[in-house]
């Protein structure tokens, strides 16, 4: 091959490699979800003779805690006996304030002080407070969400009875995933679409597979298993804790339950561009698996699907008039692009369609790609280093 036609064919195998990745997502996804798992509706029935203790730990939480709480304690009663606490973690802002502010009505809203971490002990994220609510609390159902959950009012009530009605020792819904900020709008429904595709739902359904995940802003536990795995104690230095318990549950030979609770749990993950970088820099290296070719080459995939088509469509233009003689390469290169990103804009459609989720800054996704493809390297760098590993502000290494 010349030199003057490796280029026209590189840039042609760049772009059909995008069309044919986002073609190949778009059918994966529509076939794990029509398979998948979901959260059964509510039935008529009596409040089951049982208790339920939902636990909110939360630190520097004072912009989500009192919207979260509120969802909570707006819920249908799920069962006989239930309660809501709140565990702060030593937040420095108005976390407290905000959630006995949101809270002091209810009978069954209690809020707990962690208190300060050993010394002597190594713990991250969530873990101390978890562990510090489920040892002054007693009930026969240990629920675990985030402070940027929202829950809908029959959200309670349909998981615990569809965890009973399958003898669950964990539940965990997948929630849909919202957008707020613009840095959100451009990454997030890249990331949930990768989620979405490269989880196993049905694996992890499935008792004979060792296969395991679980989504940390809703996991539900009999609280008897959860004693035994050891609970968040066991694991108190795992940053992705949600992974690691689901991962117990099974290798103790319990149920786990991963369903799809699109319609009964929203999340809103980050509020800025900056929550948003320091998030997924500290979950990309260790949801992959902690393997460098996967985290790199993960979002080099990425990049190559959602950013190399808004940069080839404009690069066919401008060698459409710099080397007319090739002509019809370019004029395919700007077919093959535009058709990428007329597929992207069916995937967010698709989305819109499936978990209505607005098309909102659809065309931003080739600068989503980027902040993605950014984020590998850097998680990598981070993890192995520790530099900058943080959450909240909050050493992990």
């Given at each position: 091959?010349?030199?003057a ?6 840039l042609?195998?760049t ?5 044919a990745?986002?073609?190949?997502l ?32 939360a630190f520097?939480?004072?912009h ?12 249908a ?8 606490v ?8 108005a976390?407290v304030?905000n959630?006995?502010?949101a ?37 026969d ?15 309670l ?27 959100e709008?451009?990454v ?13 739902i ?15 802003p ?5 609280a008897?298993?959860?004693?035994c ?23 103790g030979g319990y ?35 902690r ?9 080099l995939?990425v990049?190559?699907m959602?950013t190399?088509?808004w ?9 459409l008039?710099?080397q ?23 995937l967010?459609?698709?989305?819109r369609?499936?978990f ?7 065309y931003?996704m080739g ?5 993605v ?6 998680s990598?760098w981070?993890?192995?280093?520790g ?11």
């Amino acid at each position: 091959m010349t030199l003057a036609l490796l280029e026209p064919v590189l840039l042609l195998v760049t772009a059909t490699a995008a069309s044919a990745g986002l073609l190949i997502l778009q059918l994966g996804l529509r076939r794990v979800f029509a398979v998948a798992p979901r959260l059964k509706p509510a039935q008529e029935a009596p409040a089951p003779d049982m208790s339920l203790t939902v636990v909110i730990p939360a630190f520097n939480e004072a912009h989500n805690i009192a919207d979260c709480l509120g969802s909570v304690l707006a819920s249908a009663p799920p069962c006989r006996d239930w309660s809501v606490v709140v565990v702060d973690d030593e937040s420095t802002d108005a976390t407290v304030e905000n959630a006995i502010r949101a809270g002091s009505t209810a009978s069954r809203f209690r809020l707990i002080k962690a208190g300060p971490r050993p010394a002597d002990e190594r713990w991250v994220g969530k873990n101390w407070a978890c562990s510090r609510a489920v040892e002054q609390v007693s009930s026969d159902w240990l629920l675990f969400i985030d402070a940027d959950v929202r829950l809908k009012p029959d959200a309670l009530q349909r998981s615990l009875a569809q965890a009973v009605d399958e003898h669950a020792d964990l539940l965990s819904l997948a929630p849909r995933l919202s957008c707020g900020c613009l840095a959100e709008w451009m990454v997030q429904p890249i990331m949930a679409s990768l989620l979405g595709l490269g989880f196993p739902i049905l694996e992890t359904n499935d008792p004979e597979s060792p296969v395991a995940f679980a989504a940390g802003p809703f996991m539900l536990f009999k609280a008897s298993t959860y004693e035994c795995i050891g609970g968040h104690r066991a694991l108190a230095g795992e940053v992705v804790e949600d992974l690691a318990l689901a991962r117990a549950i099974k290798a103790g030979g319990y149920r786990l339950s991963y369903l799809l609770g699109l319609d009964a749990v929203d999340l809103r993950m980050y509020a800025d561009l900056a929550a948003l970088w320091e998030g997924w820099t500290k979950n990309w290296f260790i949801g992959l698996d902690r393997d460098p070719g996967k985290a790199i080459g993960a979002a080099l995939v990425v990049v190559l699907m959602f950013t190399a088509p808004w940069l080839l469509l404009p690069t066919s233009l401008v060698l459409l008039w710099l080397q007319p003689v090739l002509s019809v390469a370019w004029l395919w290169l700007m077919a093959l692009a535009g058709l990428a990103i007329v597929q992207q804009l069916l995937l967010r459609l698709w989305t819109r369609s499936t978990f209505d989720v607005p098309i909102k800054y659809w065309y931003l996704m080739g600068v989503g790609g980027l902040l993605v493809g950014a984020i590998g390297p850097v998680s990598i760098w981070r993890t192995r280093t520790g530099r900058g590993w943080t959450w909240k502000g909050r050493a992990l290494g």
